[in-house]
């Protein structure tokens, strides 16, 4: 499997969406669609790939310091299966976009195939700086997406993400430099086996605190959430999709990837603030779900609260969490960004972004009301969906590490989840709209065809996990730690300072 031309993919087709037509946004959008399902047919072939690499070469030297920065890719079960997530929702996202981006399909085009390439680099990156070049790269077309295309308040939004985001890594960016002025190198899988032994104890708690926070950012996670809900409902809808869907992902993938495997003591030592944090976060976005009245708000809230879950399992260490992060970043990713497609083409047809604005839609909309619905079943976890089983391996091992009223906590949220989906559904579906209209307006064939798909893929998920929590065993099971085992290790470096 070429790494190399999964990753080079993206940028290929954003290059080529430069000569696309300007003015007929069909033809634009139909190119673009085929160039989408082109990269997916290259990247859907890494999930059996397994533990693969490309040859380590030396991208440049660090003048006096002479660390060297290292090209590599890699790819496992994990980054894989988040590589896959992304191709399958770029075809979706120029389905869904031709009603709200309208003429200028070529511009969003390009910019979403810009995005993509850059979250699929920082899937795929093996080297630290070069992770976090991607990183941050990937900030650039998000942000012109969210202000070039977003609604009334895009601008406010667009820059308050961006600012949340540089504050949020730039202290990442001090904590490569000072791991690759002490291992002599950014490569992971060295740094990994050089930093217990030649970073000072003292300065590894501050750096890996500064690691964690961009991660935490982008998640994100309370506090770090204030960005998210403007960004997400004032950005156009299939931009939300991939933000929520994916970009939301490359924190908690971050966090297993690289925090937990650089810093396993600092990470079993710091746990339960993590899990503490994790806990608040679920809770707090669940309540804020319940105030919202606008729906891609309920939405941003609801995303908050079922990652703020994956992070507080993470932290358990448990064989059943490590499984269960993974089916909960591809169900959510999946269940999520169908919910804001729908959304943003149903928001066309009212010209407005309140919830009760959408009501009776499931006499006027039939075939949006249907797959509407089923997508909120399978955010909140329904019996038979991928993200009940994602949630049921991480309440067990909530409930395993912390005991009973935790997990109960947690599981509380879960109903709070059920309550804010479910009241949605019914207003928007059910409820007398508070502008009135006849019109019988509907999702067309192509804006169906993007979204079915997704929910067969979370049904399919329901039944059959096992290819997904397989691949999440065979890689983080290796490098995650056991909590007694490294608070074994945390004491013998106390004991020899």
Not at 47 to 55: E, F, R, Y
Not at 65 to 75: A, D, F, M, N, Y
Not at 224 to 251: C, I, N, R
Not at 380 to 394: D, K, N, R, W, Y
Request: charged share 10%; glycine share 8%; net charge positive.
């Amino acid at each position: 499997m070429n790494l190399h031309l999964v990753l080079a993919a993206p940028f290929v087709a954003a290059i080529l969406g430069f000569f696309l037509s300007g003015t007929d946004a069909k033809s634009a959008q139909r190119t673009s669609l085929v160039l989408a399902l082109i990269i997916a047919g290259i990247s859907f072939p890494l999930i059996g790939a397994g533990m693969i690499a490309t040859k380590a070469v030396t991208w440049f030297s660090v003048p006096v310091v002479g660390t060297e920065i290292k090209w590599l890719l890699t790819s496992d079960g994990v980054s894989a299966w988040l590589v896959a997530l992304l191709a399958a929702l770029v075809p979706a996202t120029l389905l869904a976009a031709p009603r709200i981006v309208g003429d200028r399909m070529r511009e969003f085009a390009t910019l979403v195939f810009l995005m993509q390439g850059c979250m699929t680099g920082a899937f795929l990156s093996g080297d630290l700086l070069m992770f976090f070049g991607f990183f941050e790269a990937m900030l650039i077309p998000s942000t012109v997406l969210i202000a070039l295309f977003g609604g009334r308040d895009r601008r406010r939004a667009a820059m308050t993400f961006l600012l949340f985001s540089l504050a949020g890594s730039a202290p990442m960016f001090f904590s490569i430099w000072w791991i690759g002025l002490s291992c002599q190198t950014t490569e992971l899988s060295v740094v990994a086996t050089r930093l217990t032994s030649q970073l000072d104890p003292v300065f590894r708690p501050w750096l890996f605190g500064a690691i964690a926070l961009a991660f935490l950012v982008k998640l994100p996670v309370v506090p770090f959430h204030l960005w998210q809900a403007d960004a997400y409902s004032e950005g156009p809808a299939p931009a939300s999709a991939l933000l929520t869907g994916v970009m939301a992902k490359v924190g908690l993938f971050g966090v297993a990837r690289i925090l937990i495997p650089l810093f396993p003591v600092e990470a079993a030592r710091f746990a339960g603030v993590f899990v503490a944090i994790g806990l608040v976060t679920v809770l707090v976005g669940a309540l804020l779900a319940l105030q919202q009245s606008e729906i891609r708000r309920v939405l941003a809230f609801s995303s908050l609260s079922h990652l703020g879950l994956g992070l507080a399992a993470l932290f358990t260490f448990r064989p059943e969490a490590i499984s269960g992060v993974l089916l909960l970043m591809v169900a959510h990713g999946l269940s999520a960004a169908a919910l804001f497609f729908l959304a943003g083409i149903a928001e066309t047809w009212t010209k407005s972004s309140h919830v009760d604005d959408f009501g009776a839609l499931a006499s006027r909309s039939p075939l949006f009301a249907v797959l509407f619905s089923l997508a909120a079943l399978a955010s909140i976890g329904l019996p038979g969906t991928a993200g009940f089983v994602a949630e049921l391996l991480l309440l067990v091992s909530v409930f395993k590490v912390y005991g009973i009223w935790v997990a109960f906590a947690a599981g509380i949220t879960l109903i709070l989840s059920a309550a804010y989906t479910l009241r949605l559904v019914q207003r928007m579906l059910f409820g007398a709209p508070a502008l009135p209209s006849t019109e019988r307006q509907d999702l067309s064939v192509s804006e169906a065809l993007g979204v079915a798909p997704i929910l067969v893929a979370l049904v399919l998920f329901g039944f059959y996990p096992s290819p997904v929590l397989k691949a999440a065993r065979a890689d983080l099971l290796t490098r995650l730690p056991v909590a007694s085992a490294v608070a074994t290790e945390d004491a013998a470096h106390v004991a020899g300072r």
